[in-house]
């Protein structure tokens, strides 16, 4: 029986925990008042099971449903993690949780995905503060990682551990804040640039498209996958970041910036930042930048998943636990996943070379199935591939789903021959593959048997597939 998640607020960010908690299993019960929330939810859910799906190889749990909720009550009844992601009014938040605690379960983890309150403010006049902690995430929280985790001293320490590991399953790195500080810390770096970056706007130095561009061609690349203080050592060359500060450090002083200084936010800044932005990116509406960001979100995030490189090794951590050991049937399902963005060519369906990957990953799954794994290629022995045949029958699209059925046609001795269907989930034939592989000793890189106990999993699947 799936996990029951309750979602209070079903904007942009309560939508995209929806999302997130529904992909990847939960059961979710969202309550909004908005009486657009239930098409809003809809869009938003569209994006994130297209998006999501691309970023893993393995197959993503069985969709939990999201189901909404007339009132608050009946939103969090029966649920283990509620998140709040109303208005940032503390008076609202406030009215929010007396309801929530007087509805939900003790046991309850009670999340707020405020980015500005401190916990100690949210559990202000609550009948049970130590369920409340703020867990901020970022848009779109179906894709990014990162939610900072803040408690309070009243945060009961079984509740900080209960919301890590819940954060944790569902793919997300639960960044926990040991102080209590405005705004958390992601947000208050976020302030200084924006801060900035108005009064660049204002002064006419910079358009809001040259201080975009300053950042997503310079480094914005660089902090995706080192952040800011990495990226400095580097900076400091051999001698590191001891060099790089006594190096820049003075440069501190001088009147680069007007961080304490804020432009008055009056009509004509709002205007003048407006009409830049609608010219910059306004021949596109939302839908369509959404489609982009995420597009390009799952092909830097895959880059650094093929480098095992910061939150790329996060997805390789979701891969693992999403993972799970084939089934012994008839074929074998050993493929099922989502074709992602960076799998296509300039006709939009999935490149010929990728499913030779999506054939080699099949092959890789009899391996670990038959007991060939990576502590048996440590240990000296694996297969290698002598031949392949590959058939090529309809297109495959961006964001779609299939799945690979093997059958072991020939497991004797050092010879392995696996034959391999990619189908849609209607069944019909994308491609086959016709394998032939050799066991190889990695020592003397001359093929050779198996190991026994390699060798009788071989045999037994053999059999069983020429049975079926």
Known sequence: MAQRAAIIGGGVIGGGWAARFA??????????????????????????????????????????????????????????????????????????????????????VIGSSTSGFTPTQLQEGAAHPEQIIVAHPFNPVYLLPLVELVPSLKTAPEVTEKAKETLTKIGMYPLHVRAEIDAHIADRLLEAVWREALWLVKDGIATTQEIDDAIRYGFGLRWAQMGLFETYRIAGGEAGMRHFMAQFGPALKWPWTKLMDVPEFDDALVDLITEQSDAQSGALDVRALERLRDDNLVAILRALKGREAAAGKLLIEQDTRLR??????????????????????????????????????????????????????????????????????AETLVGEEFIVETRVALGQGKKLRLLHEMKRPSGEVLATCDQFLLHVSLTTRSSCPPLPDVLARVEALAKAHADG
């Open 324 to 393: 799970a050991p084939l089934a012994g049937s008839v074929p074998l399902v050993t493929v099922r996943r989502t074709v992602p963005v960076d799998w296509a060519d300039v006709n939009g369906h999935m490149n010929e070379g990728r499913y030779g990957q999506v054939f080699s990953d099949a092959s890789e799954e009899v391996m670990t199935h038959v007991g060939a794994d990576r502590a048996y290629i440590d240990a000296g022995h694996s297969y290698f591939t002598a031949e392949t045949n590959i058939k090529y029958l």
């Open 23 to 108: 992909l990847m299993g939960w059961d979710v019960a969202l309550y909004d008042p908005d009486p657009e929330a239930k098409r809003k939810m809809s869009e938003i859910m569209a994006g994130a099971a297209r998006a999501l799906p691309m970023l893993f190889e393995a197959p993503m749990p069985p969709r939990g449903t999201i189901t909404h909720c007339a009132t608050m009550a009946e939103a969090v009844a029966g649920a283990a993690y509620i998140q709040e992601s109303v208005p940032e009014r503390l008076e609202l938040k406030h009215k929010v949780y007396q309801e929530l605690q007087a509805n939900c379960s003790r046991d309850a």
